[in-house]
């Protein structure tokens, strides 16, 4: 018999079996703890903040989008906007998935890839501007609608 002990208590066996117990409530963080630990207070003390992070920067959009996004130049109510969802986004991730725990080099291998995807989609789209104000501004364009107009 192996003396690698298969209790419930033993999370190896849970990874190397069956994984449902895993995601049941066995495994959760407060197993064996007091709700009114120090590590409970502590993550309930986690959660609570970024919820008011996460809050503040939603009540900063609305109120930016609702009252002064009117009198501001439109790229300069793009970038506040786009930074912000960026910052909410980035926050997220760390939090949510974990990254914001998670080695260096893990970090980087998500956002090098995640940056050049956005960059990927903005040259897409300015490259279809791009070429749809060609299209509008062609002489050859231009003169093709001009004749079907005058027949």
Do not use: C
Request: hydrophobic share 45%; aromatic share 14%; net charge neutral.
């Amino acid at each position: 018999m192996s003396s690698h002990s298969h209790s419930e208590h033993n999370a190896q066996h849970y990874y190397e079996g069956d994984q449902s117990k895993l995601y049941s409530g066995v495994m959760n963080h407060h197993f064996g703890h007091d709700l009114n630990s120090t590590e409970s207070k502590k993550q309930v003390g986690r959660i609570w903040k970024v919820f008011w992070i996460l809050l503040v920067v939603t009540v900063v959009e609305v109120i930016l989008g609702m009252f002064f996004s009117h009198n501001m130049p439109k790229g300069l109510v793009a970038f506040f906007f786009l930074a912000l969802t960026l910052f909410k986004a980035g926050y997220i991730v760390a939090v949510f998935m974990h990254l914001g725990d998670e080695m260096r080099n893990f970090l980087i291998t998500v956002l090098i890839p995640l940056t050049l995807f956005v960059w990927f989609i903005i040259a897409f789209l300015a490259d279809g501007g791009f070429w749809l104000h060609m299209n509008k501004t062609s002489p050859t364009r231009g003169a093709t609608t001009q004749q079907e107009a005058t027949h």
